[in-house]
């Protein structure tokens, strides 16, 4: 199934599942609104396109499934994933899965309500390892990183998507939503136990480079990505490709890319 199809039925489900906003504004708000998500959405799920070989059936540990909605997509494309997530929705999981039933086969979707520090995670046992708006959560960071590497096949792939930590206006915005609190212990009520973790500690590619730079990762240089320059009012019913193109155009000014971008993608091997 491709991107463009999957994220239609989404959005028909999303008229059907009103539990899974606010999470997914997909079908609310402007014209122009419902293209600028459209365009970050389906961005995300390139980058993942482009990064996975679905053709050499990869074993792929989606880390913070959220809703699940990457895993769903690749199940749709008859791609087993497993998906770990802590998030307090994980119960909307089974009901999205009769929805996507008739389309594919969401029984290669398989996930669990997880903390990753707690798991027993074989060693070398996973091909690619998403984490998208997770990593920042993750707490000890450096501890976390440990647990992927060692998860990860020799020549495996973490395959990073994030908020833009450098982003000037989404620093404005976390900083009045957090304060200076990055990180925070919450108690969970389906673990019975406190929490560690990011509260919204969401870093820059520096600051990524340097966390990563502390363990045997390697960056792919050619795959830094950044997305999501432009607001709503730059959009229309049908210039979203053309706005996307000059995002990238001028994505090729690394200090504009820094402070202006809301998005930045990245992958690590092992």
Same mark, same amino acid.
């Given at each position: 199934? +491709? ?21 997914? +504004? ?19 799920? #390139? ?27 690749? &199940? ?13 929705? &994980? ?28 798991? /027993? ?10 984490? *998208? ?38 620093? &404005? ?12 212990? @919450?108690?969970?009520? @389906? ?9 919204? /500690?969401?870093?820059?590619?520096? *600051? ?28 229309? #019913?049908?210039?979203? *490709?053309? @706005?996307? #193109?000059?995002?990238?155009? +001028? &994505? ?17 091997? +092992?």
């Amino acid at each position: 199934m +491709k991107k463009e199809e999957f994220y239609q039925h989404l959005c028909e489900e999303l008229h059907q599942n009103r539990s899974l906003y606010p999470y997914y +504004k997909l079908v609310d708000g402007t014209i122009q609104q419902q293209q600028f998500r459209k365009a970050y959405f389906l961005q995300r799920l #390139d980058f993942i396109d482009k990064h996975i070989d679905l053709s050499r059936n990869p074993v792929i540990w989606d880390c913070g499934c959220g809703y699940g909605s990457t895993c769903l997509y690749l &199940a749709m494309n008859g791609q087993p994933t497993y998906g770990t997530t802590l998030e307090f929705y &994980a119960d909307q999981i089974e009901q999205r899965k009769q929805y996507w039933n008739q389309y594919g086969d969401t029984r290669l979707f398989n996930y669990e309500y997880a903390n990753v520090f707690d798991q /027993n995670i074989p060693v070398e046992k996973f091909d690619y390892i998403i984490l *998208q708006d997770t990593l920042h959560h993750i707490e000890p960071l450096h501890e976390g990183l440990e647990i992927f590497y060692k998860a990860l096949k020799k020549g495996g792939k973490l395959i990073l998507i994030e908020e833009n930590g450098g982003c000037l206006i989404k620093r &404005a915005m976390l900083y009045k939503q957090r304060g200076s609190k990055r990180i925070i212990s @919450v108690y969970d009520d @389906v673990l019975k136990k406190e929490v560690l973790m990011g509260n919204e /500690n969401i870093r820059s590619e520096k *600051q990524w480079r340097e966390a990563f730079a502390q363990t045997p990762f390697v960056l792919d240089s050619d795959s830094v990505q950044y997305i999501r320059r432009y607001f709503p009012f730059k959009y229309n #019913d049908h210039n979203m *490709q053309d @706005v996307i #193109d000059l995002e990238q155009k +001028k &994505a090729k000014n690394k200090t504009r890319c820094h402070y202006e971008y809301f998005g930045l993608n990245m992958v690590f091997t +092992k």
